[in-house]
């Protein structure tokens, strides 16, 4: 008798959360890959795994070299090809553009088709407009290799109070004046991206525990690996959250990045039985349901 197949491919491709106004979709597993598309943003962050929908993002922000971040990008670029969109936009820690431009260059050497994209480094602390009223500044992440987190930011000019009720034609003339004061410049820490990194980047970085949504990594949950073995490894354990907890002022705490030695549902447990309440409640587990891993 034959009997039927039982799937041992695991979970859906795509995870999909919501972390406070933002959605996150994509795969996340340490070691293995990592891509994630935030349509409100028209970002894709990392590219550890082409994924057909991908392909056709505004821009793509690279944390860093290892392969379970970039391993999906040429296959991105000949997407966007074969659909005509136009050319990519990739943010990269500047200590990787030649590296990544030579990746091109062989993909392209092997497929007979240039892989055209514009590779736009960065560093730490450099910020650039990335339409409307968002920004991107970069941070330093701490990995053993050249590593950056992204810091999105919402910029608005709002009429400083004492000019409330004036009428608009005043407003204007004042502006046009050049008179100091009309508006004040207001920041809002929309949603920061830090993977792949010691847990020192909340420190070297304060502002991140100030971000509305911040999608961090946590490659490490439970005691199968401590936090001196995470440490060693520069990556991040869930004990590590339990320490800082007090100081998140997050609206929510995007979790991902794990390692497979645990499932989906070990991860979930973890998160639910070593985080304190206040901070639990923040955080989402970005991982398939059930208790497999994709692939
Ligand atoms: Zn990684
Ligand atoms: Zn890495």
């Known amino acids: 008798m034959v009997r039927a197949a039982r799937s041992d491919y695991g979970a859906r491709v795509i995870t999909e959360v919501r972390a406070g106004p933002y959605t ?38 690279l944390s860093h070299g290892h392969l379970d971040h970039v391993a999906g990008l040429a296959g991105l670029l000949n997407i ?25 260059r062989a993909h392209g050497s092997l497929a007979r088709a ?17 339409g409307g009223s968002m920004f991107v500044r970069a941070l330093r992440t701490h990995h053993p290799v050249p590593s950056l987190g992204y810091q999105f930011i919402r910029r608005v000019a709002r009429l400083r109070p004492e000019h409330h009720g004036k009428a608009p034609g005043e407003i204007a003339r004042l502006r046009r004046e050049g008179g100091p004061g009309v508006f004040d410049e207001h920041e809002s820490l929309e949603l920061a991206y830090v993977t792949d990194t010691l847990s020192r980047v909340l420190e070297t970085t304060p502002s991140l525990l100030e971000s509305r949504v911040l999608v961090l ?35 929510a705490i995007v979790l991902m990045h794990f ?18 309440e206040g901070l639990r409640e923040r955080v989402v587990v970005f991982a398939p349901e059930g208790d497999r891993w994709f692939g």
Do not use: W
Request: proline residues 6%; negative net charge; hydrophobic residues 40%.
């Open 24 to 61: 996150l979709r994509g795969v996340s597993v340490g070691g293995v890959y990592t891509t994630l598309h935030v349509p409100e943003l028209d970002v894709v962050l990392d590219a550890g795994l082409t994924l057909r929908s991908f392909a056709t993002a505004g821009r793509y922000f």
């Open 80 to 104: 966007r090809g074969l659909v005509g969109a136009k050319r990519a936009r990739i943010h990269l820690p500047a200590e990787i553009e030649g590296a990544v431009r030579d990746l091109l």
């Open 114 to 130: 240039e892989l055209d994209a514009e590779l736009l480094p960065m560093l730490p602390g450099e910020e650039i407009p990335i």
């Open 217 to 251: 990594e946590c490659t490490f949950v439970d005691a199968t690996r401590s936090v001196e073995d995470a440490r060693r490894k520069a990556h991040l354990h869930l004990d590590e959250l339990v320490a800082l907890a007090p100081g998140f002022q997050n609206e």
């Open 259 to 276: 390692g497979q030695g645990a499932s989906p549902d070990r991860v979930r447990e973890a998160v639910k039985s070593r985080l304190p």
